[in-house]
Structure formats: C-alpha cells, structure tokens
C-alpha cells in the first residue's frame, strides 16, 4: 500500500504511519527508504528491548518522527522514537545524553545507527500550550536558561551556522518564488551575520516550543524534540516567539523585549534573529504566508 494510505506492514499486524510523517518521507528518496524499513526496524527494536507497541500518536506535531508509547518488559511506561534522516533533528540522541534529563526527558535506551530513542514518558503528558501565552514565556525561559550550557570538546554537535547555510542554500534555490526578493535578501544577510557575531555560544535546544514542552512528574515540566546546535542564546528565543504569531505580529517590539527580558539576553539579537527566520526561512509557498507578513511587520515597526 502506498505510504499516503498510513499503513504498512509490521509483523502481520496494520502499522499505522501519521500522516504528516508519511508525507514528509514523500519528498526525498532516503527518507523513502527509512520509512520502508520501518516496520523491520520496529520489529527489531521490540524484541532488543523487550516491548510492547502502542499506536503511534499522529497530530500535527508529529512530523519528522514515529513515536508511540511502550511498555517495557517490568512494565513500567516508555516512549520509543524513530526519527526519520533530518539534518535539524541529527543529534537528538546526543543532546539528551548531554542534557541528561536536565530539563528534558530522559534517555533510557538509544540506537545512534537507527536514531532510535527508548525515552521517559511525561505523565500526565500535557503540552505547555494549555496554558495562557504570557505563562508559556515563563516556563520557557526558564527551561532554556538551564539547557543553556556549553559543552566540552571534543563534542559532536555542529555550529549553528551550519544550520543557518542549509537554511540559505535552500532558500536560495527556491528563489524564483520569491514574494518580496528586498525582505529575502536582508533575511539572508541577517542568518549569514549573526552566527559569525554572536557574544557567547552554548548549546541550544533550537525548537523548544510549548508543543515541546509536557507537564511531567519528576518535574512540572520537561523538555522533549531538542535539535542541538552551539551558538547564540538569542537565537532559541524565537522558536516559541514565531509559534505566537498573533501576538508577535500584532506588537513585536513588546513581545520580543519581555521574552529576552525574562531569558536575559540581548533583544537586539533576538529581533534580529527573529526577523531573519520570518524574513527568510525555507519555505514551501512564499506568495502571502503568514511568516513574511511578520518579516514586514517587524521591518515596519523601526526594529531593523
């Protein structure tokens, strides 16, 4: 059956696949290919680690990734993750090593080879977007300033700009479609800059939302889904910006002045930031999306 239906084989049994997942696999051959050694991989990983599948979940947040809860052979809850060939999510396994539940969930078992993750289950599991935007902020903050911390050569995560010139040579490609080629361009200049400027490096979560965010035991909250990259602190406050658009867009300067205030990081930096990602972030329709609507109100608004 084809991957669009979201179902393939596993062991006799109907495997669901979400239907995000199954999409993004559509767009390149290697992801193909991981997505058809799934069911084997899954079939593999039970009897190595003694589980017991559940349904994955599938909801929008469910992208780049198969995730479903387990049960371990004492029992006890689990999550296991499969993440599809993504060059954002490559050291997820190591950032959990690194963060070693400290603020994000914990790594109970990991295949480098497979990016297979046997992760702590947050219960009850609520995300963070249950909560008023202002007390999202809160929380957030507080999460990265732990997670910020700069690891100790040698150390397999990548700059940061290595990110930002995959972001660039993708957007570069697609510049025919480009809606406003001036808002681009400056976009561009800006995620070229600001790596090579940055006062401070740490390690940073990069995609650390209120959609990555669960309410937990062992803590109140807990991180999950970090994309490690070393680089400037400013630079993880936009991710929970940009997933407030309506907020950010209709009062930028106010918006991004108390979320740097609460991280204590330069706001200049993170309006910069902020801008270049809605300015010129990969995308897939550039005619009337709601990220170039932010790039000019930013613009607008006298921060760049």
Same mark, same amino acid.
């Given at each position: 059956m084809?991957?669009?239906?979201?179902?393939?084989?596993?062991?006799?049994?109907?495997?669901?696949?979400?239907?995000?997942?199954?999409?993004?696999?559509?767009?390149?051959?290697?992801?193909?290919?991981?997505?058809?050694?799934?069911?084997?991989?899954?079939?593999?990983l039970?009897?190595?680690?003694?589980?017991?599948?559940?349904?994955?979940?599938?909801?929008?947040?469910?992208?780049?990734?198969?995730?479903?809860?387990?049960?371990?052979?004492?029992?006890?809850?689990?999550?296991?993750?499969?993440?599809?060939?993504?060059?954002?999510?490559a050291?997820?396994?190591?950032?959990?090593?690194?963060?070693?539940?400290?603020?994000?969930v914990?790594?109970?078992?990991?295949?480098?080879?497979?990016?297979?993750?046997?992760?702590?289950?947050c219960?009850?599991?609520?995300?963070?977007?249950?909560?008023?935007?202002?007390?999202?902020?809160?929380?957030?903050?507080?999460?990265?300033?732990?997670l910020?911390?700069?690891?100790?050569?040698?150390?397999?995560?990548?700059?940061?700009?290595?990110m930002?010139?995959?972001?660039?040579?993708?957007?570069?490609?697609?510049?025919?479609?480009?809606?406003?080629?001036?808002?681009?361009?400056?976009?561009?200049?800006?995620?070229?800059?600001?790596?090579?400027? /940055?006062?401070?490096?740490?390690?940073?979560?990069?995609?650390?939302? /209120?959609?990555?965010?669960?309410? /937990?035991?062992?803590?109140?909250?807990?991180?999950?889904?970090?994309?490690?990259?070393?680089?400037?602190?400013?630079?993880? /406050?936009?991710?929970?910006?940009?997933?407030?658009?309506?907020?950010?867009?209709?009062?930028?300067?106010?918006?991004?002045?108390?979320?740097?205030?609460?991280?204590?990081?330069?706001?200049?930096?993170?309006?910069?930031?902020?801008?270049?990602?809605?300015?010129?972030?990969?995308?897939?329709?550039?005619?009337g999306?709601?990220?170039?609507?932010?790039?000019?109100?930013?613009?607008?608004?006298?921060?760049?």
């Amino acid at each position: 059956m084809s991957v669009f239906g979201c179902i393939r084989h596993h062991g006799g049994r109907a495997l669901k696949v979400p239907t995000q997942l199954a999409a993004n696999c559509g767009n390149t051959p290697e992801c193909m290919d991981w997505l058809n050694r799934l069911p084997a991989t899954l079939r593999e990983l039970e009897c190595r680690w003694s589980l017991s599948l559940g349904a994955p979940f599938d909801c929008d947040e469910v992208s780049c990734a198969w995730v479903a809860p387990v049960a371990r052979r004492d029992g006890t809850a689990a999550v296991l993750k499969l993440g599809m060939p993504h060059m954002e999510g490559a050291h997820e396994i190591q950032g959990l090593r690194f963060w070693n539940g400290d603020p994000t969930v914990r790594l109970l078992e990991a295949d480098d080879d497979l990016n297979a993750m046997l992760l702590e289950q947050c219960v009850p599991g609520t995300a963070l977007r249950a909560l008023p935007e202002p007390e999202q902020d809160i929380v957030i903050a507080g999460l990265l300033k732990r997670l910020w911390r700069s690891p100790s050569p040698p150390h397999p995560f990548r700059p940061l700009s290595a990110m930002t010139a995959y972001w660039r040579d993708e957007t570069l490609s697609r510049a025919e479609r480009w809606s406003d080629p001036g808002l681009v361009l400056e976009g561009l200049r800006m995620l070229e800059e600001l790596p090579r400027t /940055a006062p401070t490096e740490v390690l940073l979560a990069t995609d650390l939302h /209120a959609g990555n965010v669960l309410r /937990a035991q062992r803590e109140p909250w807990l991180a999950i889904d970090p994309k490690p990259f070393v680089g400037d602190p400013a630079y993880d /406050a936009t991710q929970h910006m940009l997933n407030c658009p309506e907020r950010l867009r209709s009062d930028p300067c106010t918006t991004i002045c108390r979320f740097a205030d609460l991280l204590g990081v330069d706001p200049e930096r993170v309006r910069l930031w902020t801008f270049a990602r809605a300015a010129a972030e990969p995308r897939d329709s550039w005619k009337g999306d709601r990220l170039t609507a932010l790039a000019r109100a930013i613009a607008h608004s006298g921060v760049v």
